[in-house]
C-alpha cells in the first residue's frame, strides 16, 4: 500500500531564516506530486504541483520554492521566511494518469511557526 | 479559474440527528468531487467521493449528491457522533495538464453535540 511521510512534524524557525521541508512517498511510481498550506482555521491553498521529476508549476506568486529531485520526493524550501508563512504544510500525493480523476491523499502535514 | 463555495461555515446538530453540507462550484469542467473530513491538527482523510456520471453515493451513514446542471453537491450525514465533530472540505477538480486540478470549498466545522 501506498504511505507518505512528511518531516519535520512541526518547526519554529526565525523570521529571515531558511526553510526545507520534505516529503516522500513509498509504494507508488512516478505520482502527482502537491505543497498546499493551511493557515490556522482556513481551508487549502495549493502552492506547487509536480508531475514528474524537475517538473514544478506553482500556482501562487510567493517567497516560497519547490524541488523535486527524485521520483517521490518533493522538497518545498525559502531562503528567507516571511512571518506570513507561517501555518500547516501539507504534502499530497495522486496517481499519474492519463484522462480520469483521482483522489488525493495526504500526508500528515508539518506545523511552522515563524517568529 | 474554478470557485467552490461552501455553507454553512459552522454547523452543530444533536447526537442522532442529520448534517448537510452544500457546496456549489462554477467551472463545468470539474468532473470528480471528493469529500475530506480533518480533525484538529490533523491531515485531511478522503471520506467519501462523487464522479460526474454518477447522481449519488452512499457510504454506511454518509451520502453525497451530484446536481451537474445546477453546479452543486451536497455531504449527508445521517445518524450522527460526537466522532463525527470535525471541519469537513468539499473540493471540485478536473485533469489538466496531467495532474488534478483541485480547488477546496472553505471548509464547514461541524460540532455534535452528546
Known amino acids: 500500500s501506498q504511505t507518505i511521510h512528511q518531516w519535520p512534524a512541526t518547526l519554529v524557525q526565525p523570521v529571515g531564516s531558511p526553510l526545507s521541508l520534505e516529503c516522500t512517498v513509498e509504494g507508488t511510481s512516478n505520482p502527482n506530486l502537491y505543497w498546499y498550506r493551511q493557515a490556522a482555521g482556513r481551508g487549502l491553498q495549493l502552492l506547487f504541483y509536480?508531475?514528474?521529476?524537475?517538473?514544478i508549476s506553482s500556482e501562487v506568486p510567493q517567497n516560497l520554492s519547490a524541488s523535486r529531485p527524485q521520483d517521490r520526493q518533493f522538497i518545498l524550501s525559502s531562503k528567507k521566511l516571511l512571518l506570513s508563512d507561517s501555518g500547516f504544510y501539507l504534502c499530497?500525493?495522486?496517481?499519474?494518469?492519463?484522462?480520469?480523476?483521482?483522489?488525493?491523499?495526504f500526508g500528515p502535514g508539518t506545523r511552522l511557526t515563524v517568529t | 479559474g474554478e470557485n467552490v463555495e461552501q455553507h454553512p461555515s459552522t454547523l452543530s446538530v444533536q447526537e442522532g440527528d442529520s448534517a448537510v453540507i452544500k457546496c456549489t462550484y462554477s467551472?463545468?469542467?470539474?468532473?470528480?468531487f471528493p469529500w475530506y473530513k480533518q480533525e484538529l491538527g490533523k491531515r485531511p482523510q478522503l471520506i467519501i467521493d462523487i464522479r460526474s456520471n454518477v447522481g449519488e453515493k452512499k457510504d454506511q451513514r454518509i451520502a453525497v449528491t451530484l446536481n451537474k446542471t445546477a453546479k452543486h453537491f451536497s455531504l449527508h450525514i445521517t445518524e450522527t457522533q460526537p466522532e463525527d465533530s470535525a471541519v469537513y472540505f468539499c473540493?471540485?477538480?478536473?485533469?489538466?495538464?496531467?495532474?488534478?486540478?483541485?480547488?477546496f470549498g472553505t471548509g464547514t466545522k461541524l460540532q455534535v453535540i452528546p
Open positions: 467551472d463545468s469542467a470539474s468532473n470528480y
Open positions: 509536480s508531475i514528474g521529476i524537475d517538473q
Open positions: 499530497a500525493w495522486s496517481p499519474s494518469q492519463v484522462g480520469g480523476a483521482y483522489e488525493q491523499y
Open positions: 473540493a471540485a477538480s478536473f485533469l489538466s495538464g496531467g495532474y488534478q486540478k483541485v480547488t
